[in-house]
């Protein structure tokens, strides 16, 4: 374990290293300069870069191989899971470094395809769990579990694929509309309606280390403009309310 401290903060810290089997590889948190991952609503576990003091011939070195699972646990819970994507050893003067980054097993999504498939007559989150099934958990390292699924209360007349996982169930989250989904820590693949709850408080002084708020207003849309066939134009006004 490792310990990140400053001031008052203290976090016991675990970096492991898992095979293509999942049996663990090594702990890694001995040798860990500096980590940060990613949570996004859309997606669940994002990117996840770290560098490692070790040289380029190690024995550790060696275990970073593609796909190999990278695996963060604070507190002792799980908090981050992703697979080996790119691996960047680095020479600063006498100090050899290797810089790694893992992504989130949402991005397996991405190498399955749905193949010219059609679904008639379905729940929008039942789609979801059958392309899982069907296409993705048996080639990439996704798990499937139906409470992770929740109705959308949508059923499509018809919806057609022709493209990966990932894309496909992308866009049946823009029609199901709120929804979050994508991989979590124990890779499994989740698909539920948005929760705006407030599920864990962060004090500024005693849990931060820094904090650097940023305000960005480029996305605003304020105005729609809607042409069609025939002639057809209307105006849309946006008001700034987050609904």
Do not use: H, M
């Not at 300069?33 to 380029?56: H, M, P």
């Not at 980054?101 to 039942?126: C, D, F, M, W």
């Not at 500024?204 to 305000?215: A, E, M, N, Y």
Request: with cysteine; aromatic share 14%; net charge negative.
């Amino acid at each position: 374990y490792r310990y990140f401290t400053d001031k008052d903060i203290t976090l016991n810290v675990s970096i492991r290293v898992a095979d293509n089997d999942d049996n663990l590889a090594a702990y890694i948190d001995n040798k860990v300069e500096s980590i940060s991952w990613e949570w996004d609503r859309i997606g669940g576990c994002g990117a996840c870069q770290f560098r490692l003091a070790t040289n380029f011939d190690s024995t550790l070195a060696g275990l970073l191989k593609e796909d190999y699972s990278v695996r963060a646990y604070v507190e002792g819970t799980l908090w981050y899971s992703g697979f080996i994507d790119r691996v960047s050893p680095s020479v600063t003067g006498n100090d050899e470094t290797i810089s790694v980054l893992a992504l989130g097993y949402v991005n397996q999504l991405k190498r399955v395809i749905v193949r010219k498939k059609e679904y008639i007559g379905q729940e929008l989150s039942t789609i979801v769990r059958n392309i899982a099934e069907v296409y993705a958990t048996a080639y990439t390292k996704i798990i499937s579990s139906a409470s992770n699924y929740e109705d959308s209360g949508f059923t499509a007349d018809s919806v057609y694929f022709d493209e990966s996982a990932y894309e496909a169930i992308y866009k049946l989250a823009d029609i199901a509309g709120k929804r979050e989904w994508g991989v979590d820590a124990n890779k499994n693949l989740f698909f539920k309606r948005r929760d705006d709850a407030v599920k864990f408080y962060f004090n500024i002084k005693q849990d931060f280390v820094s904090f650097q708020p940023i305000k960005d207003f480029n996305p605003i849309v304020t105005k729609i403009y809607l042409e069609g066939s025939d002639g057809y134009s209307q105006d849309f006004s946006v008001t700034n309310r987050i609904t």
